[in-house]
């Protein structure tokens, strides 16, 4: 995640919070929520505030421990870059002015529970700070870990299902991960690391604890307090959006897809395509690389719009844009709070384990809400995968300004008719699926939207592993 | 099924195929009259008569040589080393003319060497050894050894049956002190391992009075799951069992009591290590006699052989790996 500036403010002994640079072409962001109030003992690295961008949410952390002096920019505004959002006290100021706090910070850091349970929202800012307060602890463990050796079972386990091996605790001599570290581990963590379109890495916003009674400011005008004035207590934030499944107001990223969307529809003129493709030589060729279908699904469409870059472009208005360059889109579903579509650009330069891996980074990333808005621009086409639920066919809808958007739902088995060389029919058992293109028609017509469905296919019939 | 020992599972077998076949005969140094040095052909040379139960002079190479002619013509020998110490007197028989005889001539050698084997009698340098490996590394020679009452017979059958010549490895420690149902008729045991007790988290493998060794040894070892491999034929060797067992398991001890170079275990783990490379989850564990002669004292001796303490310990240190 992208640090955010820190500065001492001549003479108040504070330090200062500011708008982070999130990527190179993003001059603004809107502070969607507070963390902490003013007086808030904090550690280093808790988030203090959310900020949403046009490109993506993040979280600002704290560049230092110690209270929170003054917060700066109310909810919802917009500020640009490098703009101060709140001051914190420093180390030793706080130290100085309040001996009893010193051990209580420690503490903290020593990962019992905070003591700061009177104060509003304490539930979700508790989990904040012992994350925080957990991570040294952590980070060490994996450096000791890096020392460790593994067996080849245990290595070859880990290399099958894609275990990082440092997150396991050894009950073998000294620590050793043995074989059945790994199994218990598997057993027990497969649900943490779901794969694409599954699990959403948000924590529900909606669950707010009981909140205490407010101080007396109201929560929309909170006064920004002015360098050498005592500090005035701004009230929380109103609590994050709860999700519609609640009944309340949709949440900001509902509202941005919804807003995204329907700006599509009502400019894009969307047609679908399908295609049926025999996905037996991708599902033997994945068993043996170990990568997903999606890779070598992503692979062939790369390939496929090599051959018919028409579709490897943008369409602004009345302006149309070929790209050399395939800077790959891949939906990554976040559960209920909505999707987000992180770019691999240059993703013609990749093999399939490459591509493999940046879309399981990317995945991981989106999940762990760690994308910055750099990764979320500049895509020239976009695979959607909605597949493990068993549906096999959507429409799906472009993502403006690029003219197509490929579907690809889930392989199932199917008596297929297939023909040998001299022409004999006979019936098989094939894993089949169906792909599904979106296409822009004002941008190209349907010959060439059904060609390149037609060379993607080839492609994936005609996938080899050397 | 009829209760035998080990003992009486190897007669039964030699009477059944006597009675079945005649072309079968039994030859070896007491063996007739006297009824073998343990009793195994007890009352045969009256049910069979001196030409198919023929006691022979003390010359192993004349035993064997004198077998190999009688194969090449069709018959079916059965020889008797007194112990299996005394057959490297017949050593260049059995290795240099019967085993390349195929390979040589295309002759079949259809010949069973019967080798009284093992130690833990306190029977001294001469009479306690286990010379399997030998002949493991002729090519051409079948080489098993049963554990168990039934397969001492069910092997012995195949062993007669088959157009090979084949060592047939009888632990003399066994005879009196393993007993078992035993299938009535001619039944062979194939010439495959047997999975003696099943299990997850450790294997054992061994054969003959090993297997006994290593069952007493992991019967309760804290909670573990231990298999144990019963190998039962050494050529062949069956790699598909063994690379079965430490797919499931991960973690190996091999038990050998012959001494530990070159060992029918050595061969074993050398396969585990080529082929089982990535379902290992420790080191491949060894325990075997060291590379001394058996001793005759009888606590040196005891020192020497792998005892169920000893396979405990390998057993626990790998567990907790």
Not at chain 1, 4 to 9: F, I, V
Not at chain 1, 36 to 51: A, L, P, W
Not at chain 1, 80 to 90: D, M, Q, W
Request: aromatic share 4%; with cysteine; proline share 8%.
């Amino acid at each position: 995640m992208s640090s955010s500036r820190a500065e001492t403010s001549a003479g108040a002994g504070l330090v200062d919070v500011t708008m982070p640079q999130m990527g190179v072409s993003v001059a603004e962001g809107t502070v969607v929520g507070w963390r902490v109030e003013v007086g808030d003992r904090i550690e280093v690295d808790q988030t203090i505030c959310e900020i949403s961008t046009d490109k993506i949410d993040t979280e600002v952390p704290a560049p230092i421990g110690g209270v929170v002096a003054e917060i700066l920019v109310p909810l919802d505004t917009t500020v640009s870059v490098g703009t101060v959002l709140a001051r914190i006290g420093s180390g030793s100021g706080a130290a100085a002015g309040a001996g009893p706090e010193a051990p209580r910070a420690e503490a903290a850091a020593k990962n019992t529970q905070p003591p700061y349970d009177d104060a509003p929202e304490s539930g979700s800012r508790r989990d904040g700070r012992n994350g925080s307060a957990a991570s040294p602890a952590s980070a060490g463990a994996g450096a000791g870990a890096d020392r460790r050796r593994y067996s080849p079972v245990v290595q070859r386990i880990a290399g099958e299902h894609g275990i990082d091996l440092s997150q396991i605790e050894g009950t073998g001599r000294g620590g050793r991960v043995r074989k059945q570290d790994v199994l218990a581990y598997l057993e027990e963590g497969a649900a943490e690391e779901a794969p694409l379109h599954i699990e959403s890495p948000y924590r529900p916003e909606s669950v707010a604890p009981a909140a205490p009674p407010l101080p007396a400011t109201a929560p929309d005008s909170p006064t920004p307090t002015v360098p050498g004035t005592p500090p005035v207590r701004v009230a929380p934030p109103p609590e994050a959006p709860v999700p519609a499944a609640e009944g309340g107001q949709l949440s900001r990223m509902r509202r941005q897809i919804g807003e995204h969307m329907k700006r599509s529809l009502d400019t894009a003129a969307h047609c679908t395509t399908w295609i049926e493709v025999d996905m037996s030589r991708v599902e033997a060729a994945r068993t043996r690389l170990r990568v997903t279908a999606l890779a070598f699904m992503a692979r062939a469409v790369i390939d496929a719009l090599r051959e018919h870059p028409a579709l490897n472009a943008w369409l602004e208005g009345e302006r149309y844009t070929q790209h050399t360059d395939v800077n790959l889109g891949i939906a990554v579903s976040l559960g209920e709070d909505g999707l987000i579509v992180p770019v691999i650009p240059r993703a013609h330069e990749l093999s399939v384990e490459g591509l493999a891996a940046r879309i399981k980074d990317l995945a991981r990333r989106a999940r762990a809400r760690e994308l910055t808005p750099d990764d979320v621009r500049g895509g020239t086409f976009t695979i959607t995968n909605p597949g493990q639920y068993g549906s096999i066919m959507a429409t799906p809808i472009i993502n403006l300004p690029q003219v197509g958007i490929l579907d690809f739902e889930a392989v199932v088995k199917r008596a297929v008719v297939i023909t040998d060389g001299a022409g004999n029919d006979s019936i098989a058992i094939r894993p089949m699926t169906i792909l599904g293109l979106s296409w822009d028609h004002r941008a190209l017509d349907g010959a060439l939207a059904a060609q390149f469905l037609a060379t993607v296919k080839r492609h994936l019939e005609g996938v080899t592993i050397s | 099924m009829p209760t035998m020992t080990y003992l009486q599972a190897i007669s039964a077998a030699l009477r059944d195929e006597l009675r079945a076949d005649d072309r079968v005969l039994v030859m070896g140094e007491d063996i007739g009259v006297f009824g073998g040095a343990f009793k195994v052909t007890d009352g045969f040379i009256d049910e069979f008569g001196p030409d198919r139960v023929m006691d022979t002079p003390l010359a192993e190479s004349g035993i064997i040589g004198t077998a190999i002619g009688a194969a090449v013509v069709g018959m079916r020998p059965v020889c008797e080393m007194q112990f299996a110490d005394f057959i490297s007197c017949g050593f260049d028989q059995l290795v240099n003319v019967a085993a390349k005889m195929h390979y040589r001539q295309g002759l079949a050698v259809p010949l069973v060497v019967r080798l009284p084997s093992g130690g833990g009698f306190s029977g001294g340098p001469f009479h306690s050894q286990n010379p399997e490996a030998w002949f493991m590394h002729a090519p051409g020679i079948k080489v098993v050894a049963p554990s168990t009452a039934a397969d001492a017979k069910g092997l012995l059958h195949a062993a007669i049956r088959d157009p090979n010549p084949v060592c047939y490895m009888e632990h003399k420690h066994l005879y009196r002190r393993v007993k078992g149902e035993v299938p009535e008729g001619i039944e062979e045991t194939p010439m495959t391992a047997r999975v003696a007790r099943p299990g997850n988290d450790l294997v054992v493998i061994a054969y003959g009075a090993m297997v006994h060794t290593a069952l007493e040894a992991t019967e309760d070892l804290d909670g573990a799951s231990v298999e144990v491999l019963d190998l039962r034929s050494l050529v062949p060797l069956d790699t598909g069992a063994i690379l079965d067992s430490v797919a499931r398991c991960s973690k190996v001890v091999i038990v050998d009591e012959a001494n530990t170079t070159c060992a029918a275990g050595a061969q074993v783990a050398a396969h585990i290590a080529e082929h089982a490379f990535e379902d290992l989850d420790g080191p491949v564990v060894r325990v075997s006699t060291p590379d001394v002669p058996i001793p005759f004292s009888p606590p040196l001796e005891q020192a020497v052989l792998p005892s169920v303490e000893r396979v405990r310990e390998a057993c626990r240190e790998l567990l907790a790996y």
